[in-house]
């Protein structure tokens, strides 16, 4: 069934919102955000302009609606990376690995999941899944440090393996395999093994 068919059909199914987000999304992943609208979105899922403005109000409010669900798959992603691991700083290392094939595997996502300036930050979901995100990362992390590390400590060193594994996953000159040994040597450094 082509991909116009599907989207009509989840529309007529009542779950034309969800049906936007992932056409916005691949929309993002082809043209970026400078190139992605409303029409054009409305345009691609056979809808009527007016469509994603009433489910979304705006622009901004459609790209934090694909920015929130980039944070909601990255945590999933993270999540089932890490458990199945043998020890927990394996489970740090798989959950940045698995950020950095997210990113790879969800283009349109991983484009505005960061923009602050095109989404509304303040947005209660989208915050909750960003900081679902990052904190399953955290806690992973005092997880695998001593028990007498302050959290102050752990928060920074979490937030500092956050930024790395982010840098690593728009770096186009470093990839796979390379990437992945960086992300294990920035771990052993983190966790000082």
Known sequence: MPEEEKIRETYH??????ALVQEGARLLAEVGTEGCSLRKLAERAGVT???PSHHFGSAKGLL????????EKLARQMESAGSS???PSDTVTAMCVA????RATNPGYANVMFQLDLLDAQDERFRASAFRAFGRLEKALAEALPPSMESEQISLKAKSLWATTH????????DGPESEQIIVSAVTAYLGE
């Open 13 to 18: 199914h009542g779950n034309l919102p969800e």
């Open 49 to 51: 302009v007016a469509a």
């Open 64 to 71: 934090t609606a694909i920015a929130t669900r980039g944070f």
């Open 85 to 87: 691991t043998n020890s």
């Open 99 to 102: 950020y950095l094939k997210m």
């Open 167 to 174: 840098g690593l996953s728009v770096l186009p000159m470093i």
